[in-house]
C-alpha cells in the first residue's frame, strides 16, 4: 500500500526521529484497520470507529507488539527499531492507558513507519495479515491484496 508513491522512498527512515515514524506508522495502521472493518460490511459511522478502536488502541497495539515477540515474528532488527520507538519521548501524557503500554504502542507504530519508508510493503503487509489472522474481525477473514 503506497500511499504517497515515490515520495516516501526518497525519506531514509534511519535518519528520521522515532516519533515521527511513529505518526506516519500511526496513519498507515489506521488505513489497514479502516479498510477491514469496512470491508466486514459495517456501515454506520459509530460502529465502524468502535471496531476499529479495537485494532488501534495503544492497548490493542501494545498486546499485538508483544504478541509478535513472543512467536519471534520480528527480526532482530526490527526489534532494534521498536526499542527506539518505546523508548523515544513524547513528552505527551498519554489517555485511557498506562506509560509503558503507550510506550509500546509508540514502538509498534515507529517499526510501521520505519518499514513504510523504507519501502517494506510486504512487510506491513505481513504484519498486518497476521494481526488480523491473530484478533479476527467479526464478519469473516480479511485480505489485503
Given at each position: 500500500?503506497?500511499?504517497?508513491?515515490?515520495?516516501?522512498n526518497k525519506?531514509?527512515?534511519?535518519?528520521v526521529?522515532?516519533?515521527a515514524?511513529?505518526?506516519?506508522?500511526d496513519?498507515?495502521?489506521?488505513?489497514?484497520?479502516?479498510?477491514?472493518?469496512?470491508?466486514?460490511?459495517?456501515?454506520k459511522?459509530?460502529l465502524?470507529?468502535?471496531k476499529?478502536?479495537e485494532?488501534?488502541?495503544?492497548?490493542?497495539?501494545?498486546?499485538?507488539l508483544?504478541?509478535?515477540?513472543?512467536e519471534?515474528?520480528?527480526?532482530?532488527?526490527?526489534?532494534?527499531?521498536?526499542r527506539?520507538?518505546?523508548?523515544a519521548?513524547?513528552?505527551s501524557?498519554?489517555?485511557?492507558?498506562?506509560?509503558?503500554t503507550?510506550?509500546?504502542?509508540t514502538?509498534?507504530?515507529?517499526?510501521?513507519?520505519?518499514l513504510?519508508?523504507a519501502g517494506?510493503?510486504?512487510r506491513?503487509?505481513?504484519?498486518?495479515?497476521?494481526m488480523?489472522?491473530?484478533h479476527?474481525?467479526?464478519?469473516?477473514?480479511?485480505?489485503?491484496?
Amino acid at each position: 500500500m503506497r500511499i504517497m508513491p515515490g515520495n516516501a522512498n526518497k525519506i531514509d527512515p534511519s535518519q528520521v526521529n522515532s516519533l515521527a515514524l511513529a505518526f506516519m506508522g500511526d496513519s498507515i495502521i489506521e488505513v489497514y484497520v479502516r479498510e477491514a472493518v469496512i470491508a466486514c460490511g459495517g456501515t454506520k459511522p459509530h460502529l465502524l470507529h468502535a471496531k476499529a478502536v479495537e485494532y488501534v488502541s495503544a492497548k490493542a497495539q501494545s498486546r499485538f507488539l508483544h504478541e509478535l515477540k513472543e512467536e519471534n515474528f520480528l527480526s532482530e532488527e526490527e526489534l532494534k527499531i521498536v526499542r527506539r520507538g518505546r523508548n523515544a519521548k513524547s513528552h505527551s501524557v498519554p489517555r485511557n492507558t498506562d506509560v509503558q503500554t503507550y510506550n509500546f504502542s509508540t514502538g509498534f507504530e515507529a517499526l510501521i513507519g520505519h518499514l513504510y519508508f523504507a519501502g517494506q510493503e510486504d512487510r506491513i503487509e505481513k504484519i498486518m495479515e497476521k494481526m488480523f489472522r491473530n484478533h479476527p474481525l467479526e464478519g469473516g477473514a480479511v485480505n489485503h491484496e
